[in-house]
Antibody, heavy 124, light 106 residues
Framework: QVQLQESGPGLVKPSETLSLTCTVS????????WSWIRQPPGKGLEWIGY???????NYNPSLKSRVTISVDTSKNQFSLKLSSVTAADTAVYYC??????????????????WGKGTTVTVSS | AIQLTQSPSSLSASVGDRVTITCRAS??????LAWYQQKPGKAPKLLIY???SLESGVPSRFSGSGSGTDFTLTISSLQPEDFATYYC????????FGGGTKVEIK
């Protein structure tokens, strides 16, 4: 059974870079899309971006200028870097496994395995 | 970009009630919609994909329907463990979630 675990600092200073890693266990990182999603306190879900195991990426346009997602297949890990953080980046950050396919001009995509989430606070 | 609007944003219901949550897309997305359940302090859990396909292990009281712009998540008989927030999600250039529907105890 595939499991995901987020890790990284729980406190980041404003203007610095948030760095998180998601470790995939119980299965290979090969195939699938590997996403980061966040949830500010009391608010809804915001998708940040994903990386395919081959290295291709897709980012939320609203965060694209500050986000980098990378993958290390040898360690079965993928990582998130979010630069120039502010208090608005305070959230629970989740990693998730996604699957997708094209059918008749539409793209079907869903995330079926999620990590438990890690809380990141941006504060001096 | 396609927007997803969920309604209601919250509802109160009793155990045993039939509950219906709606998700409306700003333009047609065929059946490319997923539903998730999130309990407080927990990660979201996939319930339904492709608008109406039940994820493995999800109780049969959950069902999804719809195509095009209007979608529905139905809980046929609400159980105590179903009190949670529910989100719809589609993909148009990138994944996007609806605003969520909180199901509370009446």
């Amino acid at each position: 059974q595939v499991q995901l675990q987020e890790s990284g600092p729980g406190l980041v200073k404003p203007s610095e870079t948030l760095s998180l890693t998601c470790t995939v266990s119980g299965g290979s990182i090969s195939s699938y899309y590997w996403s980061w999603i966040r949830q500010p306190p009391g608010k809804g879900l915001e998708w940040i971006g994903y990386i395919y195991y081959s290295g291709s990426t897709n980012y939320n346009p609203s965060l694209k200028s500050r986000v980098t997602i990378s993958v290390d297949t040898s360690k079965n890990q993928f990582s998130l870097k979010l630069s120039s953080v502010t208090a608005a980046d305070t959230a629970v950050y989740y990693c998730a496994r996604g699957s997708g396919y094209d059918y008749l001009d539409y793209y079907y995509y869903y995330m079926d395995v999620w990590g438990k989430g890690t809380t990141v606070t941006v504060s001096s | 970009a396609i927007q997803l609007t969920q309604s209601p944003s919250s509802l109160s219901a009793s155990v045993g009630d039939r509950v219906t949550i709606t998700c409306r897309a700003s333009q047609g997305i065929s059946s490319a919609l997923a539903w998730y359940q999130q309990k407080p302090g927990k990660a979201p859990k996939l319930l339904i994909y492709d608008a109406s396909s039940l994820e493995s292990g999800v109780p049969s009281r959950f069902s999804g329907s719809g195509s095009g712009t209007d979608f529905t998540l139905t809980i046929s008989s609400l159980q105590p463990e179903d009190f949670a927030t529910y989100y719809c999600q589609q993909f148009n250039s990138y994944p996007l979630f609806g605003g969520g529907t909180k199901v509370e105890i009446k």
